[in-house]
T-cell receptor, first 116, second 114 residues
Framework: AQTVTQSQPEMSVQEAETVTLSCTYDTSESDYYLFWYKQPPSRQMILVIRQEAYKQQNATENRFSVNFQKAAKSFSLKISDSQLGDAAMYFCAYRSLTGANSKLTFGKGITLSVRP | KAGVTQTPRYLIKTRGQQVTLSCSPISGHRSVSWYQQTPGQGLQFLFEYFSETQRNKGNFPGRFSGRQFSNSRSEMNVSTLELGDSALYLC?????????????FGPGTRLTVT
């Protein structure tokens, strides 16, 4: 079974600074998707960024980018120019491409606070 | 385009009762997944439905069940509620069952069992 680990429960960043959220996962599969989801205090979970394991190039979405290290099974999220609206809980998630199982396996999440 | 909607948003039940939660996916989406979110266990997969058929099921007891209707709306039911069932229940919809499609989450139903 796959597992996703987010070892830092909380992080804080100064507005306009850069912060990196860590995530590691364990799997024996070679093809899969990895995601970062954001859950603001209003609780609506939204997708921040997605990475396909077969792609070597790290995904980027505006101020959000990932550092995907497949061999190390590491998938960190970098937020540049942090904004107050980035304050939320962030979840790292894994989706297998094996079989028909489309479930997401989530990490425990990390609470990010942004200091003005 | 309207997002995923879940009703009710908040619910208080007592132990032993049963509850039904509803999820309306984004128009055109045919796959619906359910997740339970608790502070202790985090987000855990309950089940997934596609075209009225349950495709996958997580490791939850048989008290947790669900179904999907022909219009893709989905309900989940929890019978004989226990205190530990208190959680935020999230529904996510996807255009199809293909794994490349993104899941869009609803706001959740906050269930409190007393």
């Amino acid at each position: 079974a796959q597992t996703v680990t987010q070892s830092q429960p909380e992080m804080s960043v100064q507005e306009a600074e850069t912060v990196t959220l860590s995530c590691t996962y364990d799997t024996s599969e070679s093809d899969y998707y990895l995601f970062w989801y954001k859950q603001p205090p209003s609780r609506q979970m939204i997708l921040v960024i997605r990475q396909e394991a077969y792609k070597q190039q790290n995904a980027t979405e505006n101020r959000f980018s990932v550092n995907f290290q497949k061999a190390a099974k590491s998938f960190s999220l970098k937020i540049s120019d942090s904004q107050l609206g980035d304050a939320a809980m962030y979840f790292c998630a894994y989706r297998s491409l094996t079989g028909a199982n489309s479930k997401l396996t989530f990490g425990k999440g990390i609470t990010l606070s942004v200091r003005p | 385009k309207a997002g995923v909607t879940q009703t009710p948003r908040y619910l208080i039940k007592t132990r032993g009762q049963q509850v039904t939660l509803s999820c309306s996916p984004i128009s055109g989406h045919r796959s619906v997944s359910w997740y339970q979110q608790t502070p202790g266990q985090g987000l855990q997969f309950l089940f997934e439905y596609f075209s009225e058929t349950q495709r996958n099921k997580g490791n939850f007891p048989g008290r947790f069940s669900g179904r999907q209707f022909s219009n893709s709306r989905s309900e989940m039911n929890v019978s004989t509620l226990e205190l530990g069932d208190s959680a935020l229940y999230l529904c996510a919809s996807s255009r199809s069952a293909e794994l490349s499609y993104e899941q869009y989450f609803g706001p959740g139903t906050r269930l409190t069992v007393t």
